[in-house]
């Protein structure tokens, strides 16, 4: 899973992933050394390679990590790259998270209370990418980012251009 946040005065982006230890592969964060990022980037780069056979209480440990660290970092937005071949059975996958695990890691992300945009990047399982997905979602929801469907996705106006999507503040933000 890989979540970024940019803040609107300050064009750096936090970028915590939680690779799976696999053969290294380009952007996957199991370089031997860490990558810090780079120019305005600098500092704001966080990868945690995790073993190849990895519990979900692992999983969930080093997920609280990177949410501490991005609710300093006190972005604008998040944008969560959610990798579902991390699921029990994906015949890519080495890892065993199961639907309630990807509940309570979504309720984990929702409770940060950030606008999110969630990008599905992985799930080979086709019997249970749904399920899993929609327990993530599910929890995603429960953890603070509530709100009905239609809010997210509106119609498109009669110009053909998409309507403004409503901006969601972080609970107890005044702006």
Not at 2 to 22: D, E, T, Y
Not at 63 to 87: M, N, Q, S, W, Y
Not at 100 to 118: C, K, M, W
Not at 153 to 159: F, G, I, L
Request: some cysteine; overall charge positive; charged content about 20%.
């Amino acid at each position: 899973m890989i979540l970024c946040g940019a803040k609107k005065s300050n064009p750096g982006r936090r970028h915590s992933a939680l690779p799976g230890v696999r053969p290294p592969r380009p952007g996957s964060g199991s370089y031997p050394r860490p990558c810090p990022g780079r120019g305005q980037g600098r500092g704001f780069n966080l990868n945690m390679p995790l073993p190849e056979q990895l519990e979900a209480g692992q999983y969930q440990e080093a997920l609280d990590k990177a949410l501490r660290r991005i609710e300093r970092f006190i972005p604008a937005h998040l944008v969560v790259c959610l990798g579902l071949d991390t699921a029990r059975g994906d015949p890519t996958g080495t890892w065993n998270l199961t639907a309630r695990d990807f509940e309570l890691n979504g309720r984990a992300i929702g409770s940060l209370g950030y606008p999110t945009l969630v990008v599905q990047e992985g799930g080979y399982g086709n019997r249970s990418i749904g399920v899993n997905a929609r327990h993530f979602f599910s929890g995603l929801r429960s953890g603070g980012l509530g709100g009905s469907p239609a809010s997210y996705c509106p119609a498109r106006s009669d110009s053909g251009s998409a309507p403004a999507l409503p901006v969601r503040q972080k609970r107890g933000d005044a702006r």
